[in-house]
């Protein structure tokens, strides 16, 4: 169980090939029910480069109206968001030990030219909980930082079926993604192929 930092722990190839798929086919109908959309950042209202929609009972969303938050609607249908699959709800349990379960899943999709700027996850209210990574499809790069967005990040290459814990001292750290290089990496299982180069899932707890 490689530990990058305090509290930071990667799992690589927690998934393999067969649960890859299956959690695919599940995100594929997650998707179906709730479609991808592009937010927005606070004040600029400039489009983010990535494409998303949520499961659970709460689901992250921005705009320039009214910045990041957590809603219990779709922004574009206005219905509620899917349920969160068992698979997601059984790798929290297994590679968290939190004792509640996770109220948000944010998807994430990526295409090749897509980034993800340095940033701390800061909209929940349990900073107690921790956040899980899970990813699909193409390899990324990503970055690790510190309690301030100046400190030094370190780097390393996320690959489809990867699990990442953020919890402790690392739960807010500065992360992102500055790389996509689908050519390192599997193409995203076929459900999911004709949605871009790689899919995110951040699992958190809100309440």
Not at 2 to 28: K, V
Not at 104 to 120: K, P, S, T, W
Not at 124 to 130: L, N, R, S, T, V
Not at 135 to 164: M, N, V, Y
Request: some cysteine.
């Amino acid at each position: 169980m490689p530990e990058l930092a305090p509290g930071a722990f990667h799992y690589p190839g927690f998934l393999d090939e067969a649960a890859q798929a299956a959690l695919a086919h599940d995100i594929a109908e997650v998707v179906a029910a709730a479609p991808l959309y592009v937010s927005t950042m606070p004040k600029t209202g400039a489009p983010m480069s990535v494409r998303m929609t949520n499961c659970g009972p709460l689901g992250w969303v921005s705009d320039k109206e009214k910045g990041y938050r957590y809603e219990a609607r779709h922004p574009a249908t206005g219905a509620p968001w899917p349920p969160m699959p068992q698979a997601l709800l059984d790798a929290w349990t297994q590679l968290t030990g939190y004792p509640k379960s996770p109220e948000a899943c944010l998807i994430n999709v990526y295409d090749e030219n897509a980034r993800m700027g340095l940033h701390q996850d800061r909209d929940e209210a349990d900073f107690a909980a921790p956040i899980l990574s899970l990813s699909l499809g193409a390899d990324c790069r990503f970055k690790l930082g510190g309690a301030r967005r100046a400190d030094k990040a370190i780097s390393l290459i996320l690959s489809s079926g990867d699990a990442l814990v953020l919890s402790g001292p690392s739960r807010r750290r500065f992360h992102g993604v500055d790389k996509i290089m689908p050519w390192l990496a599997q193409p995203l299982p076929t459900p999911l192929a004709a949605l871009g180069a790689r899919v995110n899932l951040t699992l958190r707890r809100v309440n």
